[in-house]
């Protein structure tokens, strides 16, 4: 699975952004996907992330009722939806798809396979 995503940019502390991930193959259906972040100097962290059923969904406790994922598989894309922005909410976000199909929802890195290029988020105050 090749992954783009998008949306990211400059937005004002309380606003609202949505990213989007676009899936390249023909079993993007079967994998979870998630979000990171890596802000400067800091570790990649886990966002949010949704199962390949739909049914699941797993939130950082820090971004939880802010921030919502979704997907939609006719369109082979991941969304988040971010809300309520706050500055320490600016990184640049990465999406990913699990290792391995038909798995349970992770927020464990290590679970996840294929990585898209990173879009920047910056939240000013």
């Known amino acids: 699975v090749q992954l783009q995503a998008s949306g990211g940019g400059l937005v004002q502390a309380g606003g609202s952004l949505r990213l989007s991930c676009a899936a390249s193959?023909?079993?993007?259906?079967?994998?979870?996907m998630g979000w990171f972040r890596q802000a400067p100097g800091k570790e990649r962290d886990f966002v949010a992330a949704?199962?390949?059923?739909?049914?699941?969904?797993l939130y950082a406790d820090n971004v939880r009722g802010r921030f919502t994922i979704s997907r939609d598989n006719g369109k082979n894309t991941v969304y988040l939806q971010m809300t309520s922005l706050k500055p320490e909410d600016t990184a640049v976000y990465y999406c990913?798809?699990?290792?391995?199909?038909?798995?349970?929802?992770?927020?464990?890195?290590?679970?996840?396979?294929?990585w898209g290029q990173g879009t920047l988020v910056t939240v000013s105050s």
């Open positions: 949704i199962s390949w059923s739909y049914i699941t969904t």
């Open positions: 193959g023909p079993t993007f259906s079967s994998y979870t």
């Open positions: 990913a798809a699990g290792r391995f199909p038909r798995v349970g929802v992770t927020r464990d890195v290590r679970d996840f396979g294929s």
